[in-house]
């Protein structure tokens, strides 16, 4: 799907406005899933080491007979290889169980503060891009202070921060921060999961007016908040519509009445970037 909009990225790298989450896809299942996606126009998959199937990436990547080029595969480092070496050799090992020679864009999965490596990590991630095992190289759940600091220590600016963010968590002050910061929002579970709000009025008033889904409305509300949402679905049919997102638009009054869902206790679990951990 060709309709598809990029961003710009601070490094001068694109991204499609909207990309495939990849997790829990495993097995030949999930191949056929994320090969299915790549078949219905997306050309930006996101993976991780602890979603456990970058193998089943590279392996949809190769079946779909789309050139390398075509197709952006963004990656993450986990906790547990936070240390500098560590982090390096853990691009290293995402780049064997993809079968790719590099990664588009890497990501801290998580900034594990009370550990303290997250910019040792991030100094990794400098090192990886100049070897040219990575072309970008961006950040997942991280606040302000976390991106203040590795950028005061490092003068080099992720082009991504990877967040939870979705209609009961709409996080305006982090976007207004990104904003600030030259760096692009990107949306995990874009779509609520379970807390997903297709009955909300707003988003049902907008979804009739218009003729589309809720869950349409709710990713069209991402693409005019500038954030990339990166939704998973493992069925073909959802897969196109969710991609589906460029020929119908939102009034501002709708993008601010779906924002006002937004709640103090919107996140969908203890996902507190300051107190989480994930190793």
Do not use: C
Request: proline fraction near 6%.
């Amino acid at each position: 799907m060709s309709n598809v909009p990029t961003y710009t990225l601070n490094d001068g790298t694109t991204l499609p406005a909207v990309g495939f989450g990849t997790y829990p896809l495993r097995g030949e299942e999930g191949i056929q899933a994320i090969t299915s996606a790549l078949s219905n126009g997306y050309r930006l998959l996101d993976t991780a080491v602890n979603y456990e199937n970058e193998a089943e990436v590279g392996e949809a990547l190769r079946r779909s007979g789309l050139a390398r080029d075509e197709v952006q595969v963004a990656s993450k480092i986990p906790g547990r290889h936070h240390a500098y070496d560590e982090a390096i050799a853990s691009t290293k090992e995402s780049l064997h169980r993809l079968g790719l020679d590099h990664l588009d864009l890497h990501l801290i999965h998580w900034p594990n503060p009370s550990r303290d490596l997250y910019v040792e990590a991030w100094q990794a991630l400098i090192e990886v891009q100049k070897q040219g095992l990575v072309r970008s190289i961006g950040v997942s759940n991280f606040t302000e202070a976390h991106l203040r600091r590795i950028i005061a220590e490092t003068g080099v600016t992720p082009v991504v921060n990877q967040i939870e963010l979705h209609p009961l968590f709409p996080q305006a002050e982090m976007r207004a921060v990104h904003a600030e910061l030259g760096i692009q929002t990107e949306a995990w579970s874009p779509m609520g999961k379970r807390q997903g709000q297709y009955d909300a009025e707003p988003v049902k008033a907008a979804a009739a007016r218009l003729g589309v889904t809720p869950g349409q409305v709710i990713l069209r509300w991402h693409v005019q908040l500038g954030s990339i949402p990166i939704p998973k679905s493992a069925t073909p049919s959802r897969q196109v519509e969710n991609l589906s997102l460029f020929d119908f638009e939102l009034t501002e009054a709708e993008v601010s009445a779906i924002s006002a869902l937004g709640r103090p206790d919107g996140r969908l679990f203890d996902g507190d970037p300051d107190t989480h951990e994930e190793l």
